[in-house]
């Protein structure tokens, strides 16, 4: 999986940013929330002035506030808010909103037909598929029911029984709210439930019988299970036991018990359903001489940012949209480069029986050769205080799985003083304060191992995969949260059609804020790529290529630089102040890959949910207080 730079924050780290207070998200959280007011401040006014004139507009809003502040707040009951949680959850739920939990069900139906259980990870396909799914599912229910019920009651005029009760705007606001989000939570639950059966289901399957079992001189037997599912798995068992594991095989093992000479019990797949919790080091490279350098080779791999986002006034109010994609790094095989990587914590306790290292690397050949016997590396163990070094430990790239290697406790290698003997890890491999670092380096000559910070990782334990399927669709439900915050604001003050449009777009622009970047990136870089959208139409006229320079000069080329700038930057500041969407996707990435969802990751998308709720809620009351419901 591909992870950026901020994803190895704290929370507290992202959160306050120490050294860069300026940066941290509480920071721009604050701003986002004073321009936001501001700003509905001044449309509230626009609106009061143009209906009442300019004095009283401007009594109209003080008012507004002074009533927020000591009369609607402090006077706010949870019993209202609660009653008219109650009426909105009984109002979705006879516009027949369960459906949606029947079409899920139709979907997990359809996909047993045509997911294909034979591919090479068939654990990432299956709950890629289901958080998808489930994804777009509720945040289009979150979309429909928030976006149209607040209209539909004004036009009906059914919201009269309401307000002719001593019921508050603040109270019909969070009331609307919450009903909805447990409309959305009752959704959520089975449709989670499922998921799970489904998954488990759909990767369950059994090989019967042992072929070739052949038992070697000390004892040792080997084997290979029956072909099941386009695929069959080797195994060992140990002389003087009866149990043992095939080999790694998409994505799974099998434990195999020897019941007999001739006979075999073969179980069900383990380790396909994983939450690794990995420990990631500070990485370092080396370039064919040697020499540490900041990045890897450049092998010609497609480029991102690797700046911090947005600039200007996007930058000041952007909630930690943070670095772009880590690329990767290559080092050069048959050279003195390298990738070196430093741990701390590296202690007994920890690691006592060997130290499971995760490898995740990609490989780029400079030249066909060997296809099949594919391009090796080696693993070097270090001391960075004595530099006792243990001796390589070889290995063939794997690039389309996780290779889970364990390093031993006792390994040959040159001690501090240049003595060759064994070396023990915690004894003469790891400092007193816990360090180590691990160098990777290719062996072939002129062929490439391309690496990131998290391509080489060390994993202490594993939390459970329930548990961070669970977190995943915590993480749908933030989102869906945020998505009926969006809605119930946008329909205190439009009509229901108008009010879906609107929230989509946001929900849009959030998922399409990346782009949007790479293209105000693209303005912003001294090289001629094409420009922006008033450019690109006139290069499609005339039909110039986009590395070219603009056949337009004078006023003219100005005025169209201009204005794909102000195109560009307005949208760029937009999609940095609606929700960060594809961040709080990516958890699905995470479950899917075996990664355990780092719970600095899912608190930061809960206080985001939470600043963009508030947000929402504060401008929904102040339009709904201004707003005329019997006109």
Known sequence: MSLQPDDFWTFSEWLLRPGAFLESALLKGCVLVVLAIVLGLLVGYVISAARYGPGEGFYAVARAVRDFFTTDMPGTSPRRIFALARLAFKEAIRRRVLFVFGLFVVLLLLA?????????????????FVLTA?????????????????????????????????????EIVLGRMLGFIGVGTLMLVPMGLLSYLFVRRGLDHSHVEVVDATRDEDGTVTGKTDYVR????????????????????????????????????IGPPTQHLRARIPVY?????????????????????????????SAGIS???????????????????????MAEFTFDNV?????????????????????????????????????????????????????YQVDERTLPLQIEGTDGEGATRELSIYDDLVTEDGRMQIMLRCLDRSQYLGVTKSGVYLRPAESSFEWNFTKAYISIWFQMTMIIAFGVMFSTFLSGPVAMVITAVCVLMGFSAEAIYDTRHFIDSPIERGGGPIESLVRLVKQDAMTTQLDVEGVA???????????????????????????????????????????????????????????????????????????
């Not at 007994?348 to 016997?373: C, H, N, Q, T």
Request: net charge negative.
């Open 315 to 337: 930058r000041l109010i952007g909630i930690a949209r943070g670095p772009r994609k880590l690329e990767h790094g290559y080092v050069e095989g048959g050279t003195l480069g």
């Open 112 to 128: 047993g037909w045509f997911l294909n259980p034979d591919s090479d990870d068939p654990a990432r396909l299956y709950i890629s």
């Open 134 to 170: 489930t994804n777009y599912l509720v945040l289009a229910l979150a979309l429909f029911i928030s976006a149209f019920s607040l209209p539909q009651d004004i036009q009906s005029r059914t919201i009269y029984t309401i307000v002719t009760k001593p019921v508050r705007p603040s």
């Open 347 to 399: 202690v007994e306790s920890l690691y006592p029986d060997g130290i499971p290292v995760d490898l995740s690397i990609r490989a780029y050949r400079s030249y066909k050769g060997d296809i099949e016997s594919g391009i090796r590396g080696s693993l070097t163990m270090k001391n960075p205080d004595t530099g006792a070094e243990s001796n390589p430990i070889p290995f063939v790239v794997d690039e």
């Open 230 to 265: 386009k695929h069959e798995h080797s195994f060992t068992i140990e002389a003087g036991e009866t149990v043992g594991l095939t080999d790694f095989v998409r994505g799974h093992r099998h434990v195999v018990r020897q019941i007999d000479d001739q006979t075999f019990e």
């Open 557 to 631: 080329n100005t005025l169209i630089k201009s204005a794909d700038a102000g195109i560009v930057y307005t949208l760029d500041a937009v999609a940095t102040a609606v929700p960060n969407l594809p961040r709080m996707v990516s958890t699905a990435e995470y479950a899917a890959s075996g990664v355990n969802i780092f719970g600095a990751v899912l608190a930061r998308h809960g206080v985001a949910t939470l600043g963009y709720c508030l947000l929402a809620f504060l401008i929904s009351y102040f339009l709904l207080k201004s707003r005329e419901i019997a006109a």
């Open 281 to 309: 080091g500070e990485i370092q490279f080396y370039d064919r001489a040697g020499a540490p350098k900041d990045a890897g080779i450049d092998v010609g791999a497609e480029k991102t940012d690797g700046g911090y986002g």
